[in-house]
């Protein structure tokens, strides 16, 4: 009897101590994989296969997908390229936005909404983002405009639409265009409304970790046939759809997509609406459960977003504890946490548009220019979308570990303050 008491309290002890330094794991079974797929996909491949036709311009493929993906999201039209961050590109160009214009983006990207307008002679100007959803201020875009900005590109960070009654208000009376940086977005919806039904050019990406995907892939949603046609010959080395006399109408280049990715991404659309719905659920249990531990929060999602496809899970710890150590210490309960974007004004690819003896400078004025972008950089942690089309056993197995780390007592978990005098 004693033994067996014995045995309890020595397992109860090997379940609190962190898995980082020997204890039993909360997890020792994976959360779903990514990609998904099933026998549709095989289906979709061999078809285009067999066709013998492997090209955008042979196989209508890719207009297939394109008509569908428009279809569901809201919008008149879509373009299908080879990536999110040229879909970006050619949206700039469509525009019209090149050499001497400003773009305003958020500080709390990820690099590609900074690149974009880099590599098309432009400059990205950082504005921070909110505290309680991660998306681009509108209040502080208004601040950041001057006679040089041509355009705002807001990103729906995780999924969790922007505020975009107001940023339309802004970019109405300054007359800027929109482009949205739906790269997290696919599906996401703000009462009701889609990504197309805000009448401008939005940008998905497709890469191997979003919410639908083939390993790469990005897509232009248009409200009008005229601004797809401008974007297609961007995308098709300034040469219009059927055109057989090379003619080349504008500076583009090539970024057509292939119909083998267009085939699979068919078929991941159709599982989309069920997956999106059980990451919203679980999203919400998780915030709710995560907001009754003290150092921590969770990205909120407001009550008009009526789809969070929580392409991330995305949590801030509070300013004392050791970002690194959580991260790892989560890693080994069996939890797949990383650390949030890094502030775009600490990356080299930013800085690379300044005088070397600026860029200490411009870091510091954006350091004090984005107080919330600077705290998810050093704070910010996500979990990856999969994660979330768990069952409630995997929920509660994230929610323990949180709690199981964040309680600890160990010497690592707070960050060591430096002694002043
Ligand atoms: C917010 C955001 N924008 C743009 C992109 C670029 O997409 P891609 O990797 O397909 O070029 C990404 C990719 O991760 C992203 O997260």
Excluded at 37 to 56: C, F, V
Excluded at 370 to 383: A, F, R
């Amino acid at each position: 009897m004693l033994a067996k008491q014995k045995e309890g309290e020595i397992m109860s002890l090997m379940n609190n101590k962190l898995a980082i330094s020997g204890g039993k794991a909360v997890r020792t079974r994976e959360f779903p994989a990514w990609p998904q797929y099933d026998n549709s996909e095989n289906k979709a491949l061999i078809d285009i296969l067999e066709s013998g036709q492997w090209w955008r311009m042979a196989n209508n493929a890719v207009e297939v997908f394109e008509k569908e993906f428009a279809d569901y999201h809201n919008a008149s039209s879509a373009l299908a390229v080879s990536n999110g961050t040229h879909a970006l590109e050619v949206a700039l160009k469509t525009y019209g936005i090149g050499a001497g214009d400003e773009v305003i983006i958020p500080a709390f990207t990820f690099v590609s909404t900074a690149l974009c307008v880099q590599n098309v002679g432009a400059k990205p100007i950082l504005v921070d983002v909110d505290a309680d959803t991660f998306n681009i201020s509108p209040e502080k875009i208004l601040a950041a405009i001057t006679p040089k900005t041509k355009a705002i590109i807001p990103v729906h960070m995780a999924g969790h639409f922007v505020d975009y009654h107001k940023i339309q208000k802004i970019a109405e009376s300054h007359n800027l265009f929109i482009i949205q940086d739906a790269a997290h977005a696919h599906g996401a919806s703000i009462n009701n409304n889609k990504v197309g039904d805000w009448q401008n050019i939005a940008c998905f990406s497709f890469q191997n970790f979003k919410l639908m995907t083939a390993g790469e892939g990005g897509l232009l949603l248009f409200p009008s046939e005229e601004l797809r046609e401008t974007a297609f010959l961007y995308h098709n080395c300034g040469r219009p759809q059927n055109d057989k006399q090379y003619q080349h109408l504008v500076v583009g280049s090539n970024y057509r997509y292939s119909p083998f990715l267009a085939a699979i991404l068919s078929q991941q659309l159709k599982r989309l609406p069920e997956q999106n719905a059980l990451r919203h659920k679980n999203g919400l249990i998780l915030a709710d459960n995560i907001s009754k531990i003290s150092s921590v929060s969770m990205q909120q999602c407001r009550s008009e977003i009526t789809t969070h496809p929580y392409y991330m899970a995305i949590f801030i710890l509070d300013e004392n504890i050791n970002r690194d150590f959580v991260v790892a210490a989560l890693n080994a309960e069996g939890i797949p946490a990383f650390n949030a974007y890094k502030p775009l004004y600490y990356l080299d690819s930013f800085l690379h548009d300044f005088a070397d003896e600026d860029k200490s400078d411009i870091t510091a004025m954006y350091k004090k220019a984005c107080p919330v972008t600077d705290t998810i950089g050093s704070q910010g942690i996500w979990i990856h979308h999969r994660a979330l089309l768990g069952n409630e056993q995997d929920i509660d197995d994230i929610i323990a570990s949180f709690n199981k780390v964040l309680t600890s007592s160990h010497s690592e978990l707070s960050v060591k303050k430096l002694e002043t005098c």
